[in-house]
C-alpha cells in the first residue's frame, strides 16, 4: 500500500506540551497520567493512563458528569472523586479559540 491508498480527513502536526504525573490518591490508587495540551481539543486536554492505556479529552465540564471519570478509566465513585479533584487543579478553564 501507498500513501496514495488513504484517504485522509486530517493531517496535521502541531507542538503540544505534555505533563507527565506519577501520584497516590488518599485512598492509595496510584496514578500514571500524561496530560497533553494542544490547541486541538478546543481548550481541553488529553488526558492518558498509561497504565491502562485509556485516554480521554477532558475539560472542568467533564468532571462535573456524572459516571464519566468512572466510564473512560474504569475506576470506582471513590477513585473518581479523588481523581477529579486532581484533575480540576490542572485542566483549567476552556477557552475557545479559531
Known amino acids: 500500500m501507498n500513501m ?3 484517504d485522509f480527513l486530517s493531517d496535521s502536526t502541531e507542538q ?3 505533563r507527565f504525573v506519577t501520584f ?3 485512598s492509595l490508587k496510584r496514578f500514571d497520567l500524561a496530560i497533553l ?8 486536554k488529553l488526558v492518558t493512563d498509561m497504565m491502562f492505556g485509556r485516554s480521554a479529552v477532558l475539560g472542568p465540564d467533564d468532571l462535573e458528569e456524572e459516571g464519566v471519570l468512572e466510564s473512560v478509566f474504569r475506576i470506582n465513585e471513590e477513585e473518581a472523586a479523588e481523581l477529579a479533584q486532581f484533575l480540576t487543579l490542572v485542566l483549567g ?3 475557545f479559540t479559531d
Not at 495540551?37 to 481541553?44: A, D, E, I, L, Q
Request: glycine share 4%; proline share 5%.
Open 4 to 6: 496514495k491508498d488513504y
Open 16 to 18: 503540544t506540551t505534555t
Open 24 to 26: 497516590v490518591t488518599p
Open 37 to 44: 495540551s494542544t490547541n486541538r481539543f478546543y481548550g481541553k
Open 93 to 95: 478553564a476552556v477557552n
